[in-house]
């Protein structure tokens, strides 16, 4: 176990790619999340749990994936108490260099009588028994009594030291429902710190949701009480009012040094990029006045607040811009930037292109030049996700609308699929309904639109209109996501992403034949 108890650290367990890709509409293909994946480590997490592997075989792929490529950082994958979903986290997990099984079971009277069926003392056992079977794979296996919160503390502790016993190397306790409250979850942990036998030698973790808006609060308080591991997400994304944010708990840690007096790993510089790069991955933007990574996080606008910060920054600030990663007077590219200054940025931004690729982008890049002056960093994400090598089954080839007060919208559009193009033409309730109903004539792609938001990137009408789109298809979301100078195209493009997101999808499963055999089960 790499944690050194006296370094006052409180290691980060990331599971925005896990309890995150929970939330509706935020569902990743693994391409996505390998790339979101890196950035986390980047950021310098201590744990990605990348997945629930026996959830899905597009899931399994995409633990396993990131276990391969991803080094230096603990992956975990998530699997209940019981043999075959331990065994498919194992299988997917065992490639990385630091390979953990995070294995739940619910201990809360509530779910034992409903859901699981079970009494206290089958679920000892149970607990018992998938602990030992997930050590004999891997070393480091964490428990999760799921609703720890709600459950009977001397029940609880009755269950730690039996699953301690059995070789757990962490104890997570999940505020399953967000129902705990800061000074409640702060004598809660407390008591399980002093009551529960060989927990000095276990990472003791806690996993807070938002559902009071509490999250946070509730983290800090465990903190406080000897947590020494946080469960979060970026943004805050997660099941229903989502996790306790990341950005929140390493920021308070960093900026009240005075009150926790304690560090994460986390390089808080690279704390709003990995935020931005999750925005533009799932299309779900965080609020404006969101803490840490907000637009208006930083930004001050009551004349009093303006006259001290000029005067003195302190006066209204308590940490600065630059120390999550925010870059107030950044460089702006425009069309006389060369390929240097743009390779460079794309270095920053933490892109990792081959030179055929650069230079795609670069010609994009300045085709969008002529078009706009000041090209921003989320301009170039854009471009960048233009190039994505999986976006070759459909492609956009020409779009024409008419429109107006006066007229029933209709549209023409040219689609090149699998290297046949395509012509449609449809009316519609707007010109964007018009070119989707031209799309789906097309494609015959039997999908729902469930989801559409259009924002302009930094400002001026000059801008680039950033369309996200979710399509459902048989309960499975894909949100596509494009951005150009004329919103009609970018919403049209947007769309053929999720289309060929949904192929991608459905071909990964097809791929899948490769399984692990089956383990040899105990009884
Ligand atoms: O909220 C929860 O209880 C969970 C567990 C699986 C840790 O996500
Ligand atoms: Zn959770």
């Known amino acids: 176990m790499n944690f050194d108890k006296n370094k006052k650290i409180i290691r980060i367990f990331d599971t925005t790619l896990r309890d995150g890709e929970q939330s509706p509409g935020a569902s990743m293909n693994i391409e996505e999340k390998l790339n979101l994946a890196r950035q986390l480590a980047r950021l310098g997490v201590d744990t990605i ?8 075989d597009g899931d399994f792929e995409a633990v396993k994936t990131i276990a391969q490529e991803i080094k230096n950082v603990e992956i975990a994958g998530l ?12 299988s997917a997990v065992k490639f990385a260099e630091k390979p953990v099984i995070h294995t739940f079971i619910a201990t809360s009277d509530v779910h034992l009588k ?20 997930a050590k004999s794979f891997i070393d480091e296996v964490e428990f999760s009594a799921e609703d720890a919160s709600r459950t009977d503390i001397d029940f609880l502790q009755l269950v730690f030291e039996e699953v301690i016993k059995a070789g757990a190397t962490r104890l997570n306790i999940p505020d399953t429902v967000g129902y705990a409250t800061p000074f409640e979850f702060y004598n809660f942990i407390k008591n399980i710190k002093a009551n529960v036998k060989g927990i000095e030698n276990v990472i003791l973790s806690v996993h807070c949701h938002n559902d009071l808006g509490l999250g946070t609060a509730n983290s800090l308080a465990a903190i406080l009480a000897g947590a020494n591991q946080i469960e979060c997400t970026i943004n ?3 099941e229903r009012a989502g996790n306790a944010a990341l950005e929140e708990i390493v920021m308070a840690l960093n900026v009240r040094k005075d009150i926790y007096n304690m560090e994460t790993n986390i390089k808080t510089a690279e704390l709003y990029r990995t935020s931005q790069l999750l925005t533009y991955i799932t299309g779900i933007s965080v609020q404006p006045n969101k803490a840490i990574v907000g637009k208006n996080a930083f930004a001050h606008e009551a004349g009093i607040h303006q006259d001290g910060i000029l005067k003195e920054k302190t006066t209204y600030e308590i940490m600065t ?3 999550v990663g925010r870059q107030p007077n950044e460089l702006v590219l425009g069309k006389h930037s060369g390929k240097h200054a743009f390779k460079e940025r794309l ?10 690729e650069i230079d795609k982008a670069f010609i994009k890049f300045k085709s969008l030049a002529d078009k706009k002056k000041d090209i921003y960093d989320e301009d170039i994400d854009s471009l960048v996700a233009k190039n994505s090598k999986h976006s070759e089954k459909y492609e956009l080839k ?5 429109c107006g007060d006066t007229v029933t919208p209709f549209a023409m559009v040219k689609i090149m699929i699998d290297g046949e193009l395509k012509t449609s033409s449809e009316w519609g309730n707007g010109p964007v309904d018009a070119v989707y109903n031209s799309i789906i004539k097309i494609t015959g792609a039997n999908c729902t639109v469930v989801g559409y938001e259009v924002k302009s990137i930094r400002g001026t009408t000059q801008a680039q209109g950033d369309v996200s789109v979710t399509i459902e298809d048989n309960g499975i979301n894909f ?16 769309y053929i992403n999720c289309l060929n997101k949904r192929y991608i999808y459905n071909k990964n499963l097809e791929n899948i034949s490769e399984k692990e055999p089956d383990p040899i089960y105990h009884t």
Do not use: Q, W
């Not at 043999?83 to 194992?90: T, V």
């Not at 270095?347 to 030179?355: A, D, I």
């Not at 596509?480 to 004329?486: F, V, Y």
């Open 347 to 356: 270095k920053s931004l933490g892109y990792l292109l081959n030179e055929e």
């Open 398 to 402: 020409y779009v024409n609308v008419v």
């Open 49 to 56: 749990e990348a997945g629930f592997p026996v959830a899905s």
């Open 321 to 323: 811009p630059e120390l």
């Open 479 to 494: 949100t596509g996501r494009s951005a150009h100078t004329d919103i009609v195209v970018a919403s049209a493009k947007a």
């Open 114 to 133: 409903y859901k699981l069926k079970m009494t206290r003392e089958e679920l000892i056992e149970k607990a018992v028994n998938m602990l030992k079977y």
């Open 79 to 90: 699997a209940r108490a019981n043999e075959k979903d331990i065994y498919r986290a194992y």
């Open 236 to 238: 805050g994304i997660g």
